[in-house]
Nanobody
Framework: QVQLVESGGGLVQAGGSLRLSCAAS????????MGWFRQAPGKEREFVAA????????NYAASVKGRFTISRDNAKNTVYLQMNSLKPEDTAVYYC???????????????????WGQGTQVTVSS
C-alpha cells in the first residue's frame, strides 16, 4: 500500500507562486499515474492535474492550464505541483492521489484513484 504525504502549502499573495510536493512510500510509485485535486470550502473536490508513470503525459483542468505544472521524480518517489500566477480562487486544500492503473483515461474522476494523501492548505490573498 502506497502512502502519500503532501507539503508546501501556505499563504501567498495573488500573483505569487508555490510548489507543492507529494512524497510517496512504497516501491510501486513509479508505476502509477498520479494526480492533484483540490477542495475549496463548501465545494466538491475537483481535478487539477495528472501525470502518467513516466512523466511524459499530463492533463490539466482548464482553470489552471498555463499557470500550474505537474511533474514527478521517480527516483525520489515524489510528485510536484508548481503553481504560478496564483489567484484567490485557487484557495483550497490540495490533495495528491495515485492510480494503480497507469493510464490517463478518467484521470479527472475521483473514483478512479486508489489512494490519497491527507491534503495541504493553500490560501491566496487578494
Amino acid at each position: 500500500q502506497v502512502q502519500l504525504v503532501e507539503s508546501g502549502g501556505g499563504l501567498v499573495q495573488a500573483g505569487g507562486s508555490l510548489r507543492l510536493s507529494c512524497a510517496a512510500s512504497g516501491r510501486t510509485f513509479s508505476l502509477h499515474t498520479m494526480g492533484w485535486f483540490r477542495q475549496a470550502p463548501g465545494k466538491e473536490r475537483e481535478f487539477v492535474a495528472a501525470v502518467d508513470a513516466s512523466g511524459g503525459i499530463n492533463n490539466y483542468a482548464a482553470s489552471v492550464k498555463g499557470r500550474f505544472t505537474i511533474s514527478r521524480d521517480n527516483a525520489k518517489n515524489t510528485v510536484y505541483l508548481q503553481m504560478n500566477s496564483l489567484k484567490p480562487e485557487d484557495t483550497a486544500v490540495y490533495y495528491c492521489a495515485g492510480k494503480v492503473q497507469n493510464t490517463i483515461v478518467r484521470v479527472t474522476s475521483l473514483d478512479s484513484y486508489d489512494y490519497w494523501g491527507q491534503g495541504t492548505q493553500v490560501t491566496v490573498s487578494s
